[in-house]
């Protein structure tokens, strides 16, 4: 896992997930993360999470972005889109401890999260753990490479 600074990372949400994706933002911003590119949606007003989840995805499947942030009301349809692409493996996460499987287990590339469901600080806490955490390989790698075989 490349430290924080050197990281590309979209980010993106409907607008049940536009503030936490703004607070996300800034505090990726103040982590000093090494670049964040914010695929929207820009405002409050209702919109399709597939429209910004799509874009976000595409970006972390062609490798102009390393991982993603993805956030919705439940977390549960941007994640859906996300996992339409090749090679994203989004996971949706409501506590660090799953932040962390995701990366150990799964080599996760998308952190989605429940926007009406966990506070900011808690949001906070998964990236920290999610940026942090190396994938373990060895039993896993086998079983991730199945997900892309059917
Ligand atoms: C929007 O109301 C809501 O349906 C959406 O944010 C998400 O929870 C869908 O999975």
Request: overall charge neutral; hydrophobic content about 40%; aromatic content about 8%.
């Amino acid at each position: 896992m490349k430290p924080l600074s050197e990281l590309k990372i979209a980010v993106c949400s409907d607008h049940a997930g536009y503030e936490l994706k703004c607070k996300i933002v800034e505090y990726l911003r103040s982590k000093q993360a090494g670049q964040v590119t914010d695929f929207g949606t820009h405002s409050a007003e209702s919109a399709d999470y597939p429209d910004f989840g799509h874009p976000m995805a595409h970006a972390v499947a062609t490798g102009v972005c390393d991982m993603g942030i993805s956030c919705c009301g439940t977390g549960n349809g941007i994640t859906m889109t996300a996992n339409r692409h090749a090679f994203v493996r989004a996971a949706l996460c409501w506590k660090p401890e799953l932040a962390a499987l995701a990366r150990q287990h799964n080599n996760a590339n998308v952190l989605s999260m429940p926007a009406r469901f966990i506070t900011p600080e808690e949001a906070f806490a998964m990236i920290d753990v999610f940026f942090s955490t190396d994938y373990e390989g060895g039993r896993h790698q086998r079983r991730i490479e199945k997900i892309e075989r059917f």
